[in-house]
């Protein structure tokens, strides 16, 4: 019989899936079996699994050990093969700047991405410990590409990864880009459109007019110096789709630099021959919270802010000037 007391940091979750965490190699069949049969008790009563868990809550699982041994895979923190750039970190969230070139998520076991380094550091750091690492499993809670910079949020507690989870989805958090783009824009300007992404190619289309499969996409941008080529945008991310920041600027004339996916092909050789850029110039800049939160309240009212790479600092300063 093993039991699971619930602690602060595991409550707000269902019951069915801190089991499915637990015994993280059975079938949810079983599961749900054993609930119906008793054999797993909420607070020594018979329960359904879709309970919501508060602290103090005991999970009883009253199965013999080789049938737990058969079903659960001890989940181990694992060596830290990467130095994080930690931009803001309490109990709950941590801020990373993603730096050029490293994945958000793996796409193949032997690859190294911030997603899989987010538990040992927080293990390392004292953040969790590796008996709750059992039924909650820190993670990313957004993703950038490999070649853009920036801010990638990652919740380490359950009230972490739900509430940022939940301001991505209902947009409460503003975020803002910085890239450099072809063209001169004088003003600021909120654009809409409708993207679709084909999955085969990994590339998405934007068009103006609804178009079947699309998602309506909102991108607001700022000049922030301009000469008669290139123009330094900052830019307000308002819907999250794949791709949108530079297939809907490209789709209005001013594609990043450095893009060769939506890009403007001779200006992004003369910019490989000049600087060796081989992809675009975006970094997730900024990241503000709103003033008032009911949950993770500790990053109340915060702005969270990761400085531009040097590679990026670089061509800006030398396509507009070295005072800036």
């Not at 801020?95 to 550091?121: A, C, F, H, R, T």
């Not at 709750?132 to 853009?148: G, Y």
């Not at 209902?170 to 999955?199: F, H, T, W």
């Not at 530079?246 to 910019?271: C, E, T, V, W």
């Amino acid at each position: 019989m093993r039991e699971l007391n619930i602690t602060a940091r595991e409550e707000g979750q269902r019951l069915d899936k801190i089991l499915s965490k637990y015994l993280n190699k059975a079938p949810k069949s079983f599961l749900y079996k054993m609930l119906r049969k008793k054999n797993i008790k909420l607070n020594g009563k018979k329960a359904t699994g879709n309970e919501k868990l508060s602290k103090g809550d005991q999970v009883c699982i009253y199965l013999a050990e080789d049938t737990i041994s058969k079903f659960r895979e001890e989940v181990r923190a694992g060596k830290q093969k990467l130095k994080l750039d930690i931009l803001y970190e309490d109990d709950n969230v941590i801020m990373v700047n993603k730096p050029w070139g490293i994945l958000s998520q793996k796409s193949k076991s032997e690859d190294i991405s911030i997603n899989d380094q987010i538990i040992p550091y927080a293990v390392n750091q004292g953040l969790i410990s590796e008996k709750e690492l059992q039924v909650v499993k820190p993670s990313i809670c957004n993703r950038l590409d490999r070649n853009t910079t920036g801010i990638i949020i990652c919740g380490i507690s359950m009230e972490g990864l739900q509430t940022m989870a939940e301001m991505l989805k209902n947009r409460d958090m503003e975020k803002y880009y910085l890239c450099i783009v072809k063209g001169k824009l004088n003003k600021p300007q909120k654009v809409s459109a409708y993207l679709r992404k084909d999955e085969k190619t990994n590339k998405v289309t934007v068009s103006k007019q609804e178009i079947f499969g699309g998602n309506h996409i909102e991108t607001a941008y700022e000049p922030v110096i301009s000469n008669d080529e290139f123009t330094l945008l900052k830019v307000k991310l308002i819907t999250g789709k794949t791709h949108q920041i530079r297939a809907h600027l490209a789709s209005i004339g001013h594609p990043l630099i450095g893009d060769f996916k939506y890009g403007d092909r001779k200006i992004n050789q003369q910019m490989k021959q000049r600087f060796g850029l081989k992809d675009q110039l975006l970094h997730c800049q900024e990241i503000v919270f709103p003033k008032h939160m009911k949950t993770c309240s500790n990053l109340s009212g915060k702005r969270i802010q990761a400085p531009l790479p040097k590679r990026f600092e670089t061509i800006k300063q030398e396509l507009f000037g070295r005072d800036l």
